[in-house]
């Protein structure tokens, strides 16, 4: 169990906040994958309080969602306080998350993002601000540091807790790294040993056993999974089922994942009607597809198209020709059932 504030997340396992995937499609997914707690996609500040349309429909919660986070970024404490403030009373969302790891140019020139890295100072001042203004509880998803130089993880996470933040989550890397290299677990068991609030580990956990590892190497509260996740919600499911029973669950086949992959397609459409979701689908159909025979042609195909219709039947006759080859007849059978 993970306990954040008031909130109690039923095991470890959390989905990270990732741009342009974590809508309410996929985090229902997760969440019925059995993620402890599910993560939504940074919104920004000022667009919170210019109330852009686009942004107050990325502040939906669907309620079998929760326990949900929701993260906000931004560069100034007052912006950040208004948004946070409007999350709290608008939305019913149960946590309040600020972004301070993100490492784009864009975010980071705003002085949002990792920028907020450089200075525990400010960010003690600006979570105490936040945190005095909602009743919501406040996390904070932090990198290590800037960059090889400026690598103030632990200050930075004593700056959270001094503040009255509720929890950190911690990705192993600079800003400088982005997503490359390695994740330095070493500096998230520092953090870990430095502060009483929970810490929330990331980065490096492709597989059930990493997760496992990451929590007995850094003494970590929960595991915050990412990209591991994309095209593959099992990863969530056969992690935590991993870490309660210390069995290995397989890899689903490709049927599952197809049917998976359809449903996810599916309730995008219904979020965002077929011209969006169709679009936005095809990065994802490419990760669902990942690793199976023969589905180099099939991405190529999926790409091109622009109809939900059009996206299943490729999807299906890509089964069925794995079926033709020797596959599992049954397959095919759950997916036409």
Known sequence: MLKIGDVSAPNQVVLAPMAGVCNPAFRLIAKEFGCGLVCAEMVSDKAILHGNSRTMDMLFVDEREKPLSL????????????????????????IIDI???????????????????????????????????????????????????????????????????????????????????????????EVKQSVSIPVIGNGDVFTPEDAKRMLDHTGVDGVMIGRAALGNPWMLYRTINYLTTGELLPEPDAAEKIRIAILHLDRLVALKGEHVAVKEMRKHMAWYLKGLQGSARVKDVIMEQSRRDDMVATLYEFIAGLDDSGGNAEQKAVLTH
């Not at 993260?71 to 969302?93: C, M, P, R, S």
């Not at 996390?139 to 929890?167: C, F, L, P």
């Open 99 to 189: 972004n301070m790891g993100c490492p784009v140019p864009k975010i980071t020139k705003c002085d949002a993002g990792a920028r907020w890295l450089l200075d525990p100072g400010k960010i003690e001042k600006m979570v105490t601000e936040v945190v005095r203004s909602v009743s919501k509880p406040v996390t904070v998803k932090m990198r290590i540091g800037w960059d090889d130089e400026h690598v103030y993880a632990v200050q930075n996470a004593k700056a959270v807790e001094n503040g009255g933040g509720s929890a950190v989550s911690v990705h192993g890397r600079t800003r400088v790294q982005m997503y490359t290299g390695k994740a330095n677990w070493d500096i998230i068991k």
């Open 71 to 94: 993260q906000i970024f931004g560069g100034d404490t007052e912006t950040l306080v208004g948004a946070a403030k409007y999350v709290d009373e608008h939305t019913n969302a149960d």
